[in-house]
């Protein structure tokens, strides 16, 4: 590891690492093997739906999936990387009993896409990047790369983006997105329709076939651990074409085995946007929310709630990938909870929501690392007697 990247190791952390920040502990120098500057993982899955249709009819169909994401972080030269990413999966489709929910019932789709791509340089304590990239849920928790349940990315980002870490116990980054680009295989999950055209057994080929969509936002914010185990986030965006903003953050602060995370954000819309995902009105969405987690040893439990004239999923969708979103709602309330405990390598977890407009769903799981290989399975069931099950297993490398 070079001594410009090791100076600026917290910055580096917030635009090289595609995802939320972890903490990074110094390591010796050591002569990196070339496979080192390679990631990524891969995996299988499959998930079942069943729901009721407003004939009383029973529906149901399910996705099985190979899905894979190989990625290369190279520094070039002294301070200077290079970054390339990419996804993509290989579904099957089939219906279950026999509905018109999939016109392509048994068809397969193959597709991939460019996820990343970009150039960072490190000096002193400041990062940079610039090309498409991923932008941390950690530290831009409203415009932020979100993933599928398969693990792939849902979203990212084009533009520049720069991290400077000079104050102590503080990130302070500030970016400008022009494109928010979409990527079409990860939100396959098994809900929605596939493409008609397909008949069955046909396979359709789409490479790079990523929607990129112009945003044109500048964006920043910071986040700070100064205080004794608390961490406080801030970060804002505003729509230079169309003078849409955001504002939002939240205070995580611990006690011994006890967490607790309070928070919210404010926007305003005057058209409708891709990024704050709202209808075309002039109007301004406020939520706020609270998170309280309980450890106990290998057990744990959380509970949430929100209130506001919007949707915050991050306060209570336990089960959420990311678990932010903030989009227009009909609820002005909502609870959840969730708790887990880990027994002999096996964790197992029950969560579940309740919404002011009387719509519940619960979900029942367990996951289980053997041998390398991440395992899954869960099963959901909400108020329209919709079930869901889902299981996967991903090997990281």
């Excluded at 990047?129 to 979203?155: C, D, E, I, M």
């Excluded at 990024?275 to 959380?302: C, R």
């Excluded at 405990?341 to 002011?356: F, H, K, P």
Aim: proline letters at 2%; a negative charge; aromatic letters at 12%.
């Amino acid at each position: 590891m070079k001594k410009g990247l090791m100076l600026s190791l917290a910055a580096s952390a917030v635009l090289f690492a595609g995802g939320d920040i972890a903490p990074v502990e110094p390591v010796a120098e050591a002569p990196a093997a070339a496979c080192d500057d390679f990631y990524g993982f891969a995996g299988a899955g499959v998930i079942y739906v069943s729901s009721t249709n407003e004939n009383d009819e029973t529906e149901s169909h399910a996705t099985a999936a190979g899905f894979a994401v190989l990625g290369v972080t190279k520094e070039i030269v002294s301070g200077l990387t290079v970054n390339a990413e990419v996804q993509g999966a290989s579904l099957l489709f089939y219906d279950g009993t026999n509905s018109t929910r999939h016109d392509a019932a048994g068809a397969s789709l193959e597709q991939g896409s460019l996820t990343q791509l970009n150039l960072g340089y490190t000096w002193c304590n400041t990062a940079f990047k610039v090309g498409r990239f991923a932008v941390p849920g950690s530290l831009s928790p409203l415009a932020a790369t979100k993933g599928s349940y398969f693990g792939l990315k849902a979203n990212t980002f084009e533009g520049a983006m720069v991290a400077n870490t000079d104050v102590p116990d503080t990130t302070i980054w500030a970016a400008y997105l022009y494109n928010n680009v979409s990527h079409p295989n990860s939100g396959w999950s098994g809900f929605g329709d596939v493409d008609a055209s397909a008949a069955p057994g046909d396979k359709k080929y789409s490479i790079g076939s990523s929607t990129v969509t112009e945003i044109n936002y500048v964006a920043g914010g910071f986040q700070n651990t100064s205080f004794a185990d608390t961490t406080i986030t801030l970060a804002a965006y505003y729509g230079i074409d169309s003078g849409n903003y955001m504002v939002g953050g939240d205070i995580v602060k611990k006690w011994c085995d006890t967490t607790i995370n309070v928070g919210g954000a404010y926007k305003y819309i005057d058209e409708s946007d891709p990024v704050l995902k709202t209808d075309a009105e002039d109007n301004g969405y406020y939520i706020g929310g609270v998170i309280i987690e309980q450890n106990f040893g290998s057990s744990y439990i959380k509970v949430g709630a929100t209130y506001g004239d919007a949707e915050y999923k991050k306060y209570t969708d336990f089960t959420a990938h990311n678990g932010y979103a903030f989009h227009t709602g009909t609820n002005t309330w909502a609870i959840g909870a969730n708790a887990g405990t880990t027994i002999s390598g096996y964790t197992l977890y029950v969560a579940g929501d309740y919404q002011e407009s009387e719509t519940w769903e619960a979900t029942v799981g367990v996951k289980k690392t053997f041998a390398g290989i991440d395992f899954a399975l869960d099963y959901r069931r909400n108020s329209a007697e919709a079930n869901r099950v889902r299981a996967k297993a991903v090997y990281n490398f």
